[in-house]
């Protein structure tokens, strides 16, 4: 079995920062593509952020210059830096995970989510 766990959620005033974390653990053979998603009330959940296992990133437009995805192989982690955050930005955030547990098992998985809201 594998676990995402996220941290780093929080209030912060429109304009502030926020760097939310997510370590996967378990039976780890290894982690492809590591993300993060987000989910407003009453809105379906989107894509934020992703990055590939070689660093290649994708972006939302509406955080593209704003956020920046990053992650450490090493300890399998990925990292949301969020900056100049915005009210619409409010939502639970999810990490999202491809995790090869044995050479030939792929599977997806996600975390609990962190509440990030953006507020004054």
């Known amino acids: 079995q594998v676990q995402l766990a996220e941290s780093g959620g929080g209030l912060v005033q429109p304009g502030g920062s926020l760097r939310l974390s997510c370590a996967a653990s378990?039976?780890?053979?290894?982690?492809?593509?590591m993300g993060w998603y987000r989910q407003a009330p009453g809105k379906q959940r989107e894509l934020v952020a992703r990055?590939?296992?070689?660093?290649?990133?994708n972006y939302a437009d509406s955080v593209k210059g704003r956020f920046t995805i990053s992650r450490d192989n090493g300890k399998n982690t990925v990292y949301l830096q969020m900056n100049s955050l915005k009210p619409e930005d409010t939502a639970v955030y999810y990490c999202?995970?491809?995790?090869?547990?044995?050479?030939?098992?792929?599977?997806?998985?996600w975390g609990q989510g962190t509440q990030v809201t953006v507020s004054s």
């Open positions: 999202n995970a491809d995790v090869q547990t044995s050479p030939r098992g792929l599977y997806n998985y």
């Open positions: 378990g039976s780890i053979f290894s982690v492809n593509a």
């Open positions: 990055i590939s296992s070689g660093g290649s990133t």
